[in-house]
């Protein structure tokens, strides 16, 4: 069962959830995934924690210093991950960080352990499509890994075509120019021919809006232009100094999927 | 013998053998592949080599000399010269490269520049020619290094620039790159990013080396006035990202006969947890959208380097130099931070020249060569010591 193809294809106006593994606690990682999808999250994006995440902004950054000073690392996630499909069983579940642990770890070795625990696709920004055409995508296809690209205001046509050539999962509308967190949003008329422009290429793959959107209205707004959209560092700010992480996920994505 | 193939040249993917390459998220890829697909066509245009000439000659100071320093040379019994990059206007190599990459912004049309600094030489720098220019500039500082080199900062607001603290991580300059890679994410349009060093993805390596490589092209023809040939038998340098080594070497990397020293720094001692010895302590990994040697830990973080000076702990070095180490065409020597004070003191008092701390690296490598009397010795003197007072003062009892 291809879990990413059967949300797209029940659901609408889905969301996805980002957080980082290892955050606020270590053991925080299952208890957070569980909670929520009971509330409401369609889709699951665990952040590996990475020391130089260059397309990140503060929040996102901060939380992965914390993580890493909790002692989260790859080999302690994949032992975390063991219990993911216990507590999530139906819900796509994507891995997303930087190259380089993943190539200290192994890119076969990763892939592998991934697909053990029941991990559907990656998001690895720094891995330009030229090598990921050349090394990675069929070790990426062996263990049925679909890779998720990001588009943004600057790819052009002919790159976004060949993008949805090569997604089997869904494609990543960044907001606008910026990092998580979304330092520069462009004006709301900008955005919305931007998201209008990419809508009318027709794309084979759903698309999902994500950088900067903090909201119920912010997420409401980005469904209007797509089949959903991806909330990061909103979550990771409700998540800080708080004495129960999961409930507090509970409460800010039930503020989101609230009708 | 004549070479077969050029170490100069990286692959149109901008790789030096494994090393190089452009990892960088889909937000900088258009920015990264603008600059890819018209540098070379822009640095090829006489009109961009006439404009470039005319303010390396004007404007920085070239060429500059390159000086025979006998009372060193009698000290290590052979035959050194220094070639004087610290007489560059603001006193480092680092304007080669910021006067080339204004021009190419603007030919660019960009409007705006950032850049980040470890030193703050390569700040100041930007920071001029931006003045020149009449250009808005933006400079990415760690927190640390702000209060190290706090007479660069000066120089950098008082030529115009804004300097913003990176205050993530190890508050150096990786921390202020990151910060410059994630403000260009933001301005994707209208701005250029000058980087430093020849670091960072394709295909800045290759730019910077080219604008740096006017520091060999002079050697050549100052040698061969000096002593009758164009070629030394060592060509010495500090490596941080290794901008001015890639300079000063360029031009011979296809003479085997010359031996190429690129000299790093250890600290407190290469295995002491406090250095910037990348070449020993590195292992393949990806920095900056670059495939490099890079120091990091078991699990793919990079960890933070350490050096008393502050152009040269950079936890990776240029894809170029991880390529030239690998196959075995430049050798690297570490030096710690009181072998570098105590060339500081030495270059001071036997030529009268007060060495940049980053340099002083270069010049306690003297001793380690194996020179001989008939030998001819280049030191690239990448920097003079003004911006470094403060520390040399606070070190006085290794000086005197
Ligand atoms: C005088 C001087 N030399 C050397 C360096 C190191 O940089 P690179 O290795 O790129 O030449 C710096 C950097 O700030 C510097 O200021």
New interface residues.
């Given amino acids: 069962m291809d879990r990413i193809k059967h949300a797209f294809a029940s659901k609408t106006n889905l969301l996805n959830t980002y957080f980082t593994a290892g955050y606020p606690r270590l053991h925080d990682t299952i208890p957070l995934a569980k909670a929520l999808v009971e509330a409401g999250a369609d889709i699951l994006e665990i952040g590996m924690p ?3 995440p ?2 990140d ?2 929040i996102i ?1 901060g939380s992965s ?1 914390v993580a ?1 000073a909790n002692g989260m ?3 302690v996630l994949f032992e975390q991950l063991k219990g993911l499909r216990a507590a999530v069983p139906e819900t796509p579940v994507l891995l997303m960080g ?8 192994g890119v076969e070795e990763f892939c592998r352990q991934a697909a053990d625990v029941g991990v559907d696709g990656l998001i690895l ?4 499509l ?2 990921y055409e050349e090394f990675y995508q069929e070790t990426f296809k062996k263990y049925d890994l679909k890779a998720v ?4 205001p ?3 046509e002919e ?1 976004i075509r060949r993008l949805d050539r090569l997604s089997e999962a869904f494609l990543y509308l ?1 907001s606008g ?3 998580t967190g979304g ?2 949003l462009p004006d709301a008329v900008v955005q919305e021919q931007y998201f209008e422009r990419i809508a009318a290429l027709k794309l084979r793959n759903p698309r999902l809006i994500g950088f900067g959107i903090a909201d119920k209205a912010g997420f409401d707004r980005a469904c209007g232009h797509a089949e959903g959209a991806i909330i990061g560092s909103a979550l990771i700010r409700a998540l800080e100094d708080v004495a129960d992480a999961p409930a507090a996920a509970e409460s800010f994505v039930r503020g989101i999927k609230q009708a | 013998m004549t070479p077969t193939t050029s170490y100069q040249q990286p692959t149109a ?1 901008g790789y030096y053998g494994q090393f190089g ?7 900088l ?3 990264v592949e603008e600059l890819r697909t018209q540098y070379l066509a822009i640095m090829a245009d006489p009109a961009f080599q006439a404009e470039l000439q005319a303010l390396l000659r004007d404007y920085v100071g070239r060429p500059t000399p390159l000086f025979e320093a006998k009372r060193l040379s009698a000290k290590y019994n052979t035959r050194i010269f220094l070639k004087r990059e610290d007489l560059c206007h603001t006193g480092a190599h680092k304007i080669n490269n910021t006067v080339g990459q204004i021009l190419l912004a603007q030919r660019l049309g960009k409007t705006r520049i950032i850049a980040e600094t470890g030193a703050g030489q390569h700040g100041v720098a930007t920071a001029t020619v931006c003045a020149l220019m009449g250009l808005p500039c933006v400079v990415y500082m760690g927190a640390i290094d702000m209060e190290r080199q706090a007479p660069n900062v000066a120089r950098m607001r008082l030529l115009g620039a804004e300097v913003r603290r990176a205050e ?2 190890s508050q150096t300059l ?1 921390d202020a790159t ?1 910060e410059a ?2 403000d260009w ?5 209208d701005t250029h990013y000058i980087i430093g060093s020849v670091v960072g993805p394709h295909p800045y390596p290759d730019l910077v080396a080219r604008l740096q490589s006017v520091i060999s092209e002079e050697m050549r023809k100052q040698l061969l006035e000096k002593t009758g040939s164009e070629l030394p038998d060592f060509v010495v340098a500090c490596v941080g990202g290794g901008s001015n080594a890639a300079g000063a070497f360029y031009h011979f990397l296809d003479e085997p006969e010359v031996r190429l020293i690129a000299v790093e720094a250890a600290g407190h001692g290469i295995h002491s947890g406090h250095s910037a010895a990348t070449s020993v302590l590195g ?1 393949p ?5 670059s495939k490099t040697l890079l120091m ?1 830990d ?6 933070e380097p350490y050096s008393l000076s502050a152009g040269l702990d950079y936890p990776g070095i240029g894809p170029l130099h991880a390529y030239l180490g690998e196959v075995g065409r430049s050798e690297f020597i570490a030096i710690t931070d009181d072998e570098a004070l105590t060339a500081v003191a030495e270059l001071s008092r036997l030529e009268g020249i007060i060495p940049a701390l980053e340099t002083a690296h270069a010049l306690a490598a003297l001793g380690q060569l194996g020179a001989g009397p008939d030998d001819v010795v280049v030191v690239n003197l990448s920097g003079r010591g003004d911006k470094d007072l403060e520390t040399y003062l606070k070190n006085m009892d290794k000086l005197v």
């Fill in positions: 990475f020391s130089d260059l397309a902004g503060p950054q210093t890493l690392n790859l080999p930087y190259l380089n642990p993943v190539m200290q770890f920004p720094d891995l330009p030229a090598e690209f990001l588009i943004t600057q790819t052009s790159r960044v120019p910026g990092t330092t520069t | 993917r390459g452009a990892f960088v998220p889909e937000m890829y258009p920015n993530s991580g990786k990151n890679i994630r994410i933001a301005n994707p349009v292992t990994g990806i920095i900056h959208g990091q078991e699990h793919g973080q990079i960890t």
